[in-house]
């Protein structure tokens, strides 16, 4: 990277997010810019080469939420197993009863978080059922699969895991998951293999033509010809709390820097709400180490207000 770091100080975090969405737009030559509506018509960026950075999960909603707005494709990747929490750790129960009529654990699991049965009734619905009618009595159908991976997740999403209950993340996680089940077929068993090893635990891994919403974690390894680094404020990265290790911080900022082959970006909002209330926030002490040779401050250009028409009387 032989290019200054791009700096840009935004009021708040939603002009933040703002600023990076009309960023990725000019440089994958499309739409509008914050500075007029000129067409950048010579980059030779794709969606998949851009990827935004951030210390925080919190930081990364924001984003997505704003990015969500506009019609620029998105990945988001926490370094979390996709089906590390509720709902979608329900896919691996019914998946592993499918598969195992014998598979008690799973099937207590599902008895508990699936279908919410007591205690009670759970002993009911055993004495009532023998081993090989469980799944059938349980979903209506002793072979949900027999369409494949795709078509049994697209049954569990629909009767366990609706639209309505995920928000921008979990569709996304979604998403992935039904890429997943397509790529294995027919095979329940290689698709369950693959989510259990977590081979797609990080959505950046994942060969598709979007911007990648990534925390620094889930960066490592990864390089990318443009990144912009978010949040780039005392409090989150460094974060100051007790337990932190500053030079610890120190690395996971650096590296995330290092992420970027061609084009660096960082931003940080100078109010941002927090959990009760808004913050005042200062620059991140890492950026103020960055020699000022090597940046370049980034200004956008504000609209002027249109004059007031005079009134006659």
């Not at 210390?55 to 979390?80: C, E, H, Q, Y």
């Not at 007591?118 to 023998?130: G, H, I, R, W």
């Not at 991976?149 to 996304?172: C, N, R, Y």
């Amino acid at each position: 990277m032989n290019k200054k770091i791009k700096h840009f100080t935004a009021d708040d975090e939603y002009i933040e997010a703002s600023f990076i969405v009309h960023e990725v737009e000019k440089l994958v030559g499309g739409f509008h810019t914050l500075s007029g509506g000129k067409r950048h018509t010579d980059s030779h960026y794709g969606f998949s080469d851009i990827a935004i950075l951030f210390r925080t999960r919190a930081i990364g909603k924001v984003l997505l939420s704003v990015f969500k707005k506009s019609s620029i494709p998105v990945s988001f990747g926490d370094a979390a197993p996709f089906l590390a929490d509720y709902p979608f750790h329900l896919i691996i129960d019914v998946l592993k009863l499918y598969l195992d009529a014998k598979d008690m654990i799973a099937l207590d699991s599902t008895l508990t978080y699936d279908f919410r049965m007591d205690k009670k009734q759970k002993q009911t619905f055993l004495a009532e059922n023998s081993e090989e009618k469980r799944f059938e009595a349980l979903f209506g159908t002793e072979d949900f699969a027999s369409d494949g991976a795709e078509s049994a997740m697209k049954f569990i999403f629909q009767k366990f895991i609706p639209d309505e209950t995920l928000d921008d993340i979990g569709l996304i996680r979604k998403d992935v998951i039904l890429k997943i089940a397509k790529e294995c077929g027919s095979d329940i068993e290689q698709f369950l293999h693959q989510l259990l090893l977590g081979t797609y635990t990080d959505v950046a891994q994942l060969k598709t033509d979007a911007v990648q919403l990534l925390t620094f974690h889930a960066s490592k390894v990864l390089e990318f010809p443009v990144v912009f680094i978010a949040g780039s404020e005392e409090g989150i990265t460094p974060t100051l709390k007790k337990d932190s290790d500053i030079e610890e911080e120190r690395r996971l900022f650096y590296v995330a820097m290092t992420r970027a082959k061609d084009q660096l970006f960082i931003t940080h909002a100078s109010e941002r709400q927090g959990f009760k209330e808004v913050t005042k926030n200062k620059l991140s002490r890492f950026v103020q180490e960055i020699p000022s040779l090597w940046i370049e401050t980034v200004h956008i250009q504000k609209k002027q207000a249109k004059p007031e028409q005079m009134k006659l009387f």
